[in-house]
């Protein structure tokens, strides 16, 4: 009787606990299994295991003002190809317990969580499960926005390195304050903001252990125009060379980031110009540089169009805001900027046509910083605004049209120098140009066709390559593709490859089964302006996701 | 029989869990720079139908999806009025192009921007594009991926739901 008085009770108690509870979550498992196809052959420390996934299983639980989740992770049998092998077995990745107050604005987290300050150039943590990124801290943070033009956000704890944690602690601070919200100016918008990040880190053989990186910024709005400026500072800390510090050399190093744009109906066009001195941070100084961008807390991407075809991303280039003494390629940063254009063509013109004509142009140069370098004995001397070597540079052409109904097409002209000694530390430079042409077909009963092709001639490195690939959508929940890009000039015969891959997608709802077979081209994989290295392959791939 | 009650207890308990996903609360800012807390999404007297698409700049069957459904828009608005909010994912290396991006195309969507993700990340968003539609801020469809064809889905998804 007394059991089944507290069972009641205990049933009466959970139901009041769990009336208001909300579960929430996702699934994403992504698997590879190798085949040696005879011209594609793993490295052999590769070719042990060929069987690989990652799985990520988030569960949420939100009761009223709190909540509570966990990340769990799976790498086994092993990792894909190309992570970082601190992502290794299976374990708890991220885990949080968050208090959110809607009325007072005050939200607080213990356990892991993302953050970005500003543009991210003296902080940014976040999650990208295609690149191996998973840098979140673990620790404290809380976000006041009690006073609403100003927000502030205090945090303090470890970066997260596969299941453990990098050495250094990282605390933060950082104020956005919106005068327009103060002076109730309808016609500006002003608005400022700065942060404070130290990094503490005892790490043997180094002599200074706190480093201290400060940003300011401020961003102003005018009708149809606006601008925004960002200084980040980083202190002197001990060169770094292969994991070991040496204390005899420090360098400080600074970022200027400048972004001017003007918009309004059917044009907008937009420039960055940025200016980057030794301004890569690590949550670890031993890591610095590293392969698989393990610790890093400073977000510098390449600030050049992302480009959306097989062939255009073969030559893609990465922010150069390293400083290295390594003879192939002495340099401390860089210069340079893009600038993008977008405009529609009025519909109902001779050149707009019924729909409208859609352009978008693009161009970027970046260049190494010129100055005075010693690399025998790391001195350096970067001049102020003087570009150095030539790294990359690129302008591309998009015109997409919508002729009818039921097809639309676009041509996308692209033009790259790519200097791989500057940018990968390796040997020669390219100039390749580009051409897809890309259609959509409508078919009855919500079915579609898409079909593209791709040529690129390159005078150097790979030459010149020709790609299609065409996607078939039976149904908003079925899709079957293929793919094909060959490397037909490619000086070394044996390197004259087709990279094909045929598959395809099941998408119902919040579900997505995509499972293919083919080859894999190597090379970078970027996204957001962040690259990873990944080797060619061959064999059967599956992504599965759901979430609820 | 003490197990089988505690079994019983923690089962009906479970039920009471809703599975529906609600709108978790997240900032948000719009083009001019104007806050938005994504709670306003779950507002239960809401009778018209609310489109999240996430998107970004880089992504070309986002481009692909919200050009399409913006050939249709305004005679889908003249059929059954919806609120469209189009949430940008891009990082600051392309934040600043969505607004002259978005104008560029001459698209109408109310634009937001979800700069490191935070609101695709406590929707548990996988991967980009995505559409949620709400009615009464309840998730009544979500879909990700975008193949031409994909808009008619959504827009019967509006009819019914208006």
Known sequence: MYVKSVTIFFIFLLNILFSKAQLSGSIESNSALFVNDGKIVLASNEATQKLRNNTYLRLDYKLKKFSVGIQAESYSPKALLNYSPDFKNAGLGTFYLQYNNDSLRINATIGHFYEQFGNGLVLRTWEDRQLGIANSIMGVQVKINTYKPLQLTALHGKQRNGFSLTNGTITGINAELNISEITKSSKWQYSIGGSLVNRNEHLIGLNKKNILLTSTRISIKKGLFYTDFEYAFKQAEPLIENGIPNNNFSFDGDVYLLNLGFSKQRLGVNLNVRRTENFTVYSQQNVYGNAFNAGILSYVPALTKQFDYSLTNIYVYMAQSRLTFNPIATKAGEIGGQIDLFYKIKPKTFLGGKYGTQISINASKWNGLSGRYNTTQRKYKANFLQAGTLNYHEWSVEIRKKWSKSYVNSFTITNQFYDAVQIEETFGHVNATTFVFDQTIDLPKQKSIRFDIQHQWANAIHKNWIAASTEINFSSKWTVFATDLYNYGNDNTARKIHYYVAGFAFKPNAFRLQLSYGRQRGGLQCIGGICRFVSENAGFSMQLNYSF | ?162
């Open chain 2, 1 to 162: 029989m003490l197990k089988k009650l505690i079994i019983t207890a923690v089962c009906v308990s479970f039920i009471n869990i809703a599975f529906a996903q609600q709108i978790p609360s997240i900032q948000l800012t719009d083009l001019i720079g104007k806050k938005l807390n994504t709670q306003v999404f779950n507002d239960s007297t809401q009778q018209q139908p609310i489109v999240l698409a996430f998107w970004a700049t880089w992504c070309l069957p986002c481009i692909n999806e919200l050009s399409t459904i913006q050939d249709d828009y305004e005679s889908l608005q003249q059929k059954n009025a919806f609120q469209f909010f189009a949430i940008a994912t891009d990082d600051s290396r392309t934040i600043k192009k969505v607004a002259p991006l978005v104008n560029g195309k001459g698209w109408s969507f109310s634009i937001l921007l979800d700069v490191n993700q935070d609101f695709k990340r406590a929707l548990n968003i996988a991967n980009i594009p995505t559409i949620l539609v709400l009615k009464k801020g309840k998730i009544v469809y979500k879909h990700n991926g975008f193949a031409k064809g994909d808009e008619q889905k959504l827009y019967e998804i509006l009819a019914t739901n208006n």
